[in-house]
């Protein structure tokens, strides 16, 4: 596996952007680093990095050198996972792409359970926005992602797909808490939670647009940071979700449906990258998100 290790040397280089960092992670010493590092630029004919004041970063070379590495990383992967598989125990790391709007308790749930019987089984969850979730798929650095309303693209293969709902969180006193669902108009009467940027934020800035309306946050914040400006003074904050049952976020509040009439339902969907071969845990847990993703399908 001597082969194995200097490809996730260049890896662990191209991902710090600096040999220093890098050495830092894998815990040897930047000269050991360095000497491998050229001892394969000159087994290879061509440097890899292009070195500058503030690190390294991948020479046109290293590049296409990069994206070898990680496929034969991840097919190692793969198939150690198959052999782990065959003795009847499941292995393996699992990194799933997230986007930044999403609230994570239903994943969290998933890979609960999914642990629960696997404990070998390792996850890292990367927030991310949608494109850079496309450029991680394609560079190996993500297995799986959760993509809201994706652009139909050939790298991607979609796994699983579900329309979400976008809920109001107010007190459970506030004047508009008793109703079945919230027109777009009826935001402009009370101080609004927003987030600064994101998928959600363009998402209900764009309804209200075609409604005439603009819509002027209060506070500009993740809505967990909006906890007592909520209950405090009637203001409303935004969630996306499976369903419109409580708040995911502050389960203390009360969780009313901003009306499809006025705000289209976003699109989530679970995507790979086309054409991989993933590890036998990837593809066990896609299994499970699947399934999960099945029961909100039909909306």
């Known amino acids: 596996m001597r082969h194995q290790f200097t490809l996730e040397l260049v890896d662990n280089i191209a991902r710090a952007g600096s040999i220093r960092r890098a050495a830092e992670r894998i815990a040897i010493t930047p000269s050991a680093l360095n000497r491998r590092l050229l001892a394969l630029e000159d087994e290879l004919g061509a440097p890899l990095f292009d070195r500058t004041a503030k690190g390294v970063r991948l020479s046109a070379a290293g590049e296409l050198f990069i994206q070898h590495a990680r496929r034969q990383i991840a097919d190692l992967e793969r198939v150690r996972s198959v052999i782990e598989d065959l003795k009847g125990e499941r292995w393996g790391n699992i990194r799933i792409g997230v986007e930044y709007d ?42 799986l992602a ?37 027109r777009i108009n009826d935001l402009i009467y009370f101080p609004l939670i927003m987030p600064r940027n994101g ?8 309804a209200a647009s075609k409604h005439g309306i603009k819509l002027r946050p209060a506070v500009e914040s993740e809505l967990l940071f909006a906890r007592d400006e909520i209950a405090a003074n009637e203001a409303i904050g935004f969630e996306m979700g499976f369903d419109h049952a409580d708040s995911i976020i502050l389960p203390e509040m009360t969780s ?26 990837v593809n066990r847990f896609a299994d499970l998100l699947t399934l999960d993703f099945s029961k909100y399908e039909g909306g």
């Open 199 to 206: 998928f959600l934020r363009a998402h209900l800035d764009a």
């Open 102 to 143: 999403l609230p994570g308790a239903k994943l969290s749930a998933a890979i609960a359970a999914y642990r629960k019987e696997h404990q070998r089984v390792n996850f890292e969850i990367i927030r991310a926005d949608g494109d850079s979730m496309v450029d991680m798929l394609s560079e190996y650095e993500i297995d």
């Open 256 to 281: 009313v449906t901003v009306s499809t009439r006025d705000v289209a339902r976003p699109v989530l969907q679970l995507t790979q990258l086309t054409g991989r071969s993933n590890s036998v845990a």
């Open 146 to 182: 959760y993509v809201l309303n994706p652009k139909a693209d050939p790298i991607l293969h979609p796994v699983a797909t579900a329309p979400l709902f976008i809920n109001a969180i107010m007190a459970p006193e506030h004047s508009l808490a008793t109703k079945q669902e919230i």
